[in-house]
């Protein structure tokens, strides 16, 4: 069956490293993938989507990179903060082009905590 | 901006009784879902709507239905609510543009006592 997977169920940085989250999926190949901040207490907001021929992507001190080879996404905050302290979730479109309805497949979440 | 409201950000009901959790987009979004989430868990999608009284089961749909009388409407519903049904629910839409981003309510906790 499909399987994404966030290795980290939790991740503790000092204020201004760089944070790298990882997603994995097996047994299909998505035509993009999503990450998503969840704040406690909140839905979660759409961060940043890659597609599938795209190796990396960036906004403001945000990084994605996608290795379909590798099944594998990782999630970059360079000179991270305090305030970057939030779950952050990836999310797989298994069926982009079929009648998905627009369903994702979210991973677990990673939460992240940026010590001052 | 979307936006995407619940009716409450905090309820507390009885087992037994019958909860309503509702959830209104604005911006015509055809494809509504219905999610809970619990620590560890991640997000479990319950019951999605991809029209006006069309729906489909989800992964975990037991103990739940859904309504869609209106596009921009999508009700969860409890129809006995038990003590394992305690969790935080999240709705959201979407609308296809090529590829689909989801776009999420509040979020509402339900605590059954």
């Known amino acids: 069956s499909q399987k994404i997977e966030q290795n980290s169920e939790a991740l503790n940085i000092q204020e201004g490293k760089t944070a790298t989250l990882t997603c994995n999926y097996t047994n299909y190949s998505p035509a993009y993938l999503q990450w998503y901040r969840q704040d406690p207490g909140r839905g979660p907001v759409f961060l940043l989507l890659?597609?599938?021929?795209?190796k990396e992507k960036r906004k403001e001190r945000l990084k994605v990179t996608f290795d379909t080879t590798l099944k594998q996404s990782l999630f970059h905050i360079t000179a991270s903060q305090p305030a970057d302290s939030a779950t952050y979730l990836c999310a797989l479109d298994i069926n982009a082009g079929g009648t998905s309805y627009g369903k994702l497949t979210f991973g677990q979440g990673t939460i992240l905590t940026v010590h001052p | 901006d979307v936006k995407v409201t619940q009716s409450s950000r905090y309820l507390v009901k009885r087992t037994g009784e019958k909860v309503f959790l509702e959830c209104v987009q604005d911006?015509?979004?055809?494809?509504m879902f219905w999610y809970r989430q619990d620590p560890g868990l991640g997000l479990r999608l319950i019951y999605f709507s991809y029209d006006v009284k069309m729906k489909e089961k989800g992964d975990i749909p037991e103990g739940y239905s859904v309504s869609r009388e209106k596009k921009e409407r999508f009700s969860l519903i409890l129809e006995s609510a038990s003590t394992n049904q305690t969790s935080m629910y999240l709705c959201a839409s979407s609308f296809w543009q090529g590829y689909t981003l989801q776009y999420f309510g509040p979020g509402t906790r339900l605590t059954v006592t």
């Open positions: 911006m015509d979004h055809e494809n």
């Open positions: 890659i597609r599938e021929n795209e």
